[in-house]
């Protein structure tokens, strides 16, 4: 879905976040099978939920066994150390497994708890750091909707996105006219990919809601996670 918005184009300037940001590290940038609206299928979903799970769950217990740690010990330190870490490589894994991880790792940095503080502080970065999609993909969506090619349409199109969010993006474009205008465009295949990952994610939050360790009443992982 395209749609254009003729309220914040801008002005030009390219302020719109890290999507926009030339200066934005590699791994804001590279563009994952997800934001191609590459195939999708339940098995492959499946197994991504589950082994993403099952790596979080055997790091976590990691550093929860003082024999893991060599020179200077089990210090606060170095457990905190250890779950900033995993807080990184989770916040990557979940930018790896596209926009339904995204939204709802998006909705755990405000849960701290149930999630350490490491872990949150690194999953509030998934609030503005959505890597975005390429053009192709972007103009397929804009001429499909709007019925005519991206250089018929708009005098001007910025093939960088202004910014990215986990359901869409958004170009800057100048209109034949000379209006200033956004062009906001959906993700491509987002319904089908929900309708997967959103039942993967229910059977994730059973399992967790029912473990000794992990769930219990003061925990809603099913709320978090399977609503």
Do not use: C
Request: hydrophobic share 40%.
């Amino acid at each position: 879905q395209a749609r254009l918005d003729a309220a914040a184009a801008g002005g030009g300037r390219d302020d719109g976040g890290p999507a926009g940001d030339r200066t934005v590290p590699p791994s804001l940038r590279r563009e994952y099978a997800w934001a191609r609206g590459a195939g999708y299928n339940s098995a492959s979903r499946f197994l991504g939920t589950w082994s993403f799970l099952g790596a979080v769950l055997g790091r976590n217990w990691l550093i929860g066994q003082r024999w893991t740690y060599m020179a200077g010990g089990m210090t606060d330190e170095a457990v905190a150390g250890r779950r900033r870490r995993l807080g990184r490589d989770v916040r990557e894994s979940i930018l790896q497994l596209g926009p339904t991880f995204i939204k709802v790792g998006q909705l755990a940095s405000s849960r701290g708890d149930i999630l350490p503080p490491e872990v949150v502080e690194e999953l509030s970065l998934l609030q503005d750091r959505v890597p975005g999609f390429g053009y192709p993909a972007a103009a397929r969506i804009i001429e499909a909707e709007l019925g005519a090619p991206v250089a018929e349409l708009f005098a001007w199109f910025d093939t960088v996105p202004l910014a990215a969010a986990s359901l869409s993006q958004v170009h800057r474009a100048r209109l034949w006219g000379g209006e200033e205008v956004v062009v906001k465009v959906q993700r491509p295949r987002l319904a089908a990919l929900f309708e997967l990952d959103l039942a993967a994610l229910k059977g994730v939050a059973e399992y967790l809601q029912r473990s000794k360790k992990y769930g219990g009443n003061s925990r809603d992982w099913v709320g978090t996670l399977g609503g």
